[in-house]
């Protein structure tokens, strides 16, 4: 994981975040299919629930934003979109399809493998972050240590200088 100019760390992992689409989308869908099943049970009405689920998705990317995950405005606009196309199929053509306990079910295992997901993906973030803390002060000791040696440089230098003029 380098650095670029400027001090920018730049993540070479999978968790890293992309341009408009990356591996949290798969847990972005995942929400969407798990809210589609979830609010097959609360009667809403199509149209509440549907505004409902966006306002939910729109709420949880402002809420990225308030802590400071960095993300591309793309990113965040996929991040919704991809958990409104999943919720609207799952919703409207899924649910009514199959009965009250698959549905249960489905939710159940989805929203477990959606939350495990996203539990690795928060894992694998916090090591990066780790590491680019890591790597920020490993690298100011290097720079604090070479200013040191280039100034103990500088005054040998004018030093020997200094001698020569002497002598």
């Known amino acids: ?17 992309g341009k408009w689409l990356d591996l949290w989308s798969v847990v972005h869908l995942l929400s969407g299919v798990s809210l589609g099943l979830g609010f097959s049970f ?8 549907v505004v409902i ?12 934003a308030m802590v400071q995950i960095e993300e591309t405005p793309q990113n965040r606009f ?3 979109v991809v958990g409104m196309v999943s919720f609207l199929p799952t919703f409207f053509f899924i649910t009514p399809a199959l009965a009250k306990t698959d549905v249960i079910i489905s939710f159940v295992l989805i929203l477990l493998w959606n939350i495990t997901l996203a539990a690795i993906g928060w894992y694998e973030s916090r090591k990066a972050t780790d590491l680019e803390r890591k790597l920020r002060a490993d690298l100011e000791k290097r720079r604090a240590r070479f200013i040191a040696n280039r100034e103990r440089r ?10 020569s ?3």
């Open 1 to 17: 994981m380098p650095f670029f100019r400027g001090g920018k760390f730049h993540r070479t992992d999978i968790w890293r975040e």
């Open 42 to 49: 609360f009667k809403f009405g199509a149209l509440s629930s």
């Open 53 to 64: 689920v966006f306002l939910l998705l729109i709420a949880y990317e402002m809420w990225e």
């Open 78 to 80: 996929m991040d919704v």
């Open 154 to 163: 500088r005054l040998n230098k004018e030093k020997r200088m200094r001698d």
């Open 165 to 167: 003029e002497t002598s």
